[in-house]
């Protein structure tokens, strides 16, 4: 008999002890478990401002590059010798976006193609 009731007691004993363990492991995975580091964002995507000069030797360009969305993007146009900015031309939609050498925008999702075009001066 006594046999029979330790041996009730050592199964009633790893029967709770399972449901112990069982519990505490589920609530541990639904909370993460201790050290484990949670999922990084996915990086943001970037685009790219590509700015071609027209005459060539007209200019140069500065600020072209890669971009996040909603981020400022400044270009700056500088005339050589003998060379005018006219203006900042859009070559997707075709249309003239800014007449100044300074352009300011907000980097859309997509990328960004624009022309900074130069008159030669007469003399």
């Known amino acids: 008999m006594l046999f029979k009731e330790t041996h009730q007691k ?18 541990s995975l639904a909370a993460g478990l201790p050290g484990e580091v949670p999922d990084e964002p996915e990086p943001m995507e970037t685009y790219e401002v590509l700015v071609m000069v027209q005459p060539d030797e007209g200019g140069d360009v500065e600020g072209a590059g890669d971009y996040y969305p909603g981020d400022e993007v400044v270009l700056t146009a500088e005339a050589e010798e ?7 031309t859009d070559n997707i939609q075709g249309f003239v976006v800014s007449s100044d050498t300074e352009y300011v925008f907000e980097m859309p999702e997509e990328d960004v193609q624009l022309t900074a075009l130069f008159v030669e001066l007469l003399e």
């Open 10 to 27: 050592y199964r009633s004993g790893v029967i709770f002890l399972l449901a112990a363990l069982f519990v505490a492991g589920s609530v």
């Open 82 to 88: 003998g060379y005018e900015f006219l203006q900042w």
